[in-house]
């Protein structure tokens, strides 16, 4: 089992920049791919972004070129998040998938307003 905490979300600004962090620990050896979900008001979640143990990202088509996901390190995956827009607010969730399961962290509020 892994555990996830994320860190990094708050209010920003239309254009501003936010990164999220996203540190795991547990059983880090299973771990094949970690990505970011986010989950506005009234809607499902949806895939962010995500990236494989062989640094392989993908990216949903909204954030194409705005967002990089990236492993600082073997526990710690970050989301690099520019000219954030009032559609990105939400709450960001970090997963972690290994064979059989996916483990989730609790989520952080990015909230881009006026």
């Known amino acids: 089992q892994v555990q996830l905490v994320e860190s990094g979300g708050g209010l920003a600004q239309p254009g501003e920049s936010l990164t999220l962090s996203c540190a795991a620990s547990?059983?880090?050896?299973?771990?094949?791919?970690m990505g970011w979900y986010r989950q506005a008001p009234g809607k499902e979640r949806e895939l962010v972004a995500n990236?494989?143990?062989?640094?392989?990202s993908t990216y949903a088509d909204a954030v194409k070129g705005r967002f990089n996901i990236f492993r600082q390190s073997r526990s710690t995956v970050r989301l690099q998040m520019n000219s954030l827009n009032i559609e990105d607010t939400g709450v960001y969730f970090c997963?972690?998938?290994?064979?059989?399961?996916?483990?989730w962290g609790q989520g952080t509020q990015v909230t881009v307003s006026l």
């Open positions: 997963d972690a998938v290994a064979v059989g399961r996916t483990d």
């Open positions: 547990g059983s880090l050896f299973s771990i094949d791919d």
């Open positions: 990236i494989n143990r062989r640094g392989s």
